[in-house]
């Protein structure tokens, strides 16, 4: 079952004196993976309120395993379309079609973003669809 809200499930645990301050950095992690990131002023009052900064380094050097301890707003637009599947006829065990289909369906077609896939570059537009480009 999904947590609805989050920061109130974590913040007893935190501000429980009993917990070890590991423990207390693990919870604020699976926070941050759970919610894909938080903001720079959020992850501040946790460190703060919990007293870990003397610790903090162990929470914000996992942005150089590339996971987004600090997530902004522009960085949460940038969610993949994607595409109705309903009408698909799907095999009997089949219940999800994974992003990459949509990705490459839409690479394909040449519709994919510039700005989101700079690597991907469109086809010429004498191209024909015979041959490699």
């Not at 950095?25 to 903001?39: H, K, P, V």
């Not at 301890?69 to 698909?88: G, L, N, T």
Request: charged share 30%.
């Amino acid at each position: 079952e999904k947590v609805k809200d989050s920061m109130r499930v974590l913040l007893p645990v935190l501000l429980n004196k009993s917990h070890d301050s590991y423990d207390k950095i693990r919870a604020i992690l699976l926070y941050i993976f759970s919610t894909n990131g938080t903001t720079q002023e959020n992850l501040d009052k946790l460190i703060q309120n919990v007293h870990i900064e003397s610790d903090s380094d162990m929470i914000r050097n996992w942005k150089y395993l590339d996971v987004p301890v600090i997530s902004s707003f522009v960085a949460q637009q940038h969610k993949y379309v994607r595409r109705d599947r309903s009408k698909e006829e799907t095999f009997q065990l089949s219940r999800w079609t994974p992003v990459i289909k949509d990705v490459m369906e839409d690479a394909i077609e040449n519709k994919l973003d510039s700005k989101e896939w700079p690597y991907c570059s469109r086809c010429p537009p004498t191209w024909n669809g015979s041959g490699a480009v």
